[in-house]
C-alpha cells in the first residue's frame, strides 16, 4: 500500500482524508486507488491500472502530483477519480544537469499535432462495497485534474 501510516502519525502523504476523517484515500502508483480506515484497514480497492494507464495521477509533467487525485463524497462513502491513458502519448524528456552523470527525466506530454493525446476515464468507487463503476461516456480529453 502506499504510504501506509499509523493513525497516531496521520495519514501518507498522498492519502486524502475523508470528510468525516474515519478514511483516507490513496492511490498506489498507477495500478491503484482505494480507501483504508484510519487503523490501515483496506475499504475499497481498485486495482487493473496497469503503466500509462492508471488512476488518480497526474504525470504528465516532471513535477508530476504526488497527492492520490480524487473527491470524496460529502457523507464519504464514494470516491470520484479517473483512469488516465497515456499509453499512445508521446514523451517529453528533461535532462538535469549537476556534477557528474546528467539525470534524464521522462513523462507523457502531447504535442500540438500529436494524433494521439492522454485520456481519461472517470470513475466512480463505493468504499462500502468495494465496487467501482465507470461512467457511461466517451473518454475525455485530459486536463490534469478531477
Given at each position: ?42 475499504d ?74 492522454t ?24 486536463r490534469?485534474?478531477?
Open positions: 500500500m502506499a504510504g501506509g501510516t499509523p493513525a497516531a502519525r496521520g495519514p501518507a502523504r498522498n492519502d486524502v482524508v475523508s470528510p468525516d476523517k474515519k478514511q483516507t484515500a490513496y492511490s498506489q502508483g498507477q495500478q491503484s486507488v482505494g480507501a483504508r480506515t484510519r487503523r490501515r484497514q483496506r475499497a480497492a481498485y486495482d487493473d491500472g496497469v503503466k500509462d494507464y492508471g488512476y488518480a495521477t497526474d504525470n504528465t509533467r516532471v513535477d508530476a502530483q504526488r497527492r492520490a487525485i480524487l473527491i470524496w463524497s460529502p457523507d464519504s462513502k464514494k470516491i470520484a477519480t479517473f483512469q488516465q491513458d497515456q499509453r499512445k502519448t508521446g514523451d517529453m524528456y528533461l535532462i538535469e544537469t549537476k556534477v557528474g552523470h546528467p539525470t534524464l527525466q521522462a513523462w507523457k506530454y502531447p504535442l500540438p499535432g500529436d494524433p494521439d493525446v485520456m481519461i476515464e472517470r470513475v466512480v468507487i463505493d468504499v462500502p462495497t468495494a465496487k467501482a463503476t465507470r461512467l457511461q461516456m466517451l473518454p475525455d480529453r485530459d490534469s485534474r478531477v
